[in-house]
């Protein structure tokens, strides 16, 4: 199935611990993305690569470290984790910035 | 700053009615106005999208509404069905460039 996978969908894990989210397009798109929704729903743009570049890096602590080793893998890394990063993430990609596909969304709990 | 502005925050709506959601926006700028449906657990999903050349979109029971001159949209949804059920988001974007998300509608349809 041509889709947008990101795995763990749940991650539960302990206050100071570093994790990993993994993101893989099929689509053939060439930008990606990664959204944090909060309980409120509200989604916020993270970080968007174009390419393997950088090319959105909003207000996020640099705690938080987006990998793209090549055009359909986008990975989010999380450095000395906090309670208010409990969220659910989402990676998306598109073919430019139409026709966003989103993953399933990674549910990150921190205790 | 919101660059869409989306209303109601919530919404219940009977079945076989009509439910309908806004969004504004200041950018003149923009060209592209998707709506998202996101059901719990899942990602959000393109549900119908138009560009400011027409006023008015239909495909099936969805239809969104676009006011240039207000710049305003909004998205009605006919007859109503309890599987409509689920948050809405409203977007905003210039061809090229990232997309804004409006703040989400939590949409409930009662039997």
């Known amino acids: 199935d041509t889709a947008v996978s990101q795995t763990p969908k749940y991650l539960v894990t302990q206050m100071g611990n570093d994790k990993s989210i993994k993101c893989e397009q099929n689509l053939g798109h060439d930008t990606m993305y990664w959204y944090k929704q909060d309980s409120k729903k509200f989604l916020k743009i993270m970080f968007s690569y174009n390419n393997k570049e950088l090319i959105i890096n909003e207000t996020v602590p640099n705690r938080f470290s987006p990998k793209s080793p090549d055009k359909a893998h986008l990975n989010l890394h999380i450095n000395s984790l906090e309670l208010g990063d409990s969220a659910v993430y989402f990676c998306?990609?598109?073919?430019?910035?139409?026709?966003?596909?989103f993953g399933s969304g990674t549910r990150l709990t921190v205790v | 700053q919101q660059q869409v502005k989306q209303s109601p925050q919530s919404l219940i709506v009977q079945k076989g009615g009509i439910s309908i959601i806004n969004c504004a926006y200041e950018?003149?700028?923009?060209?592209?106005f998707p709506w998202y449906q996101q059901f719990p657990g899942k990602g959000p999903a393109l549900l119908i999208a138009?560009?400011?050349?027409?006023s008015e979109k239909k495909e099936g029971r969805f239809t969104i509404s676009f006011n240039k001159s207000a710049k305003q949209f909004s998205l009605h949804i006919m007859d109503s069905q309890p599987g409509d059920s689920a948050t809405y988001f409203c977007?905003?974007?210039?061809?090229?460039?990232?997309?804004?998300f409006g703040t989400g509608t939590s949409l409930t349809v009662i039997p």
């Open positions: 138009i560009r400011p050349d027409v």
């Open positions: 977007a905003a974007s210039q061809t090229g460039n990232q997309f804004y």
């Open positions: 950018n003149t700028a923009f060209d592209y």
């Open positions: 998306a990609s598109s073919r430019g910035y139409e026709g966003y596909t």
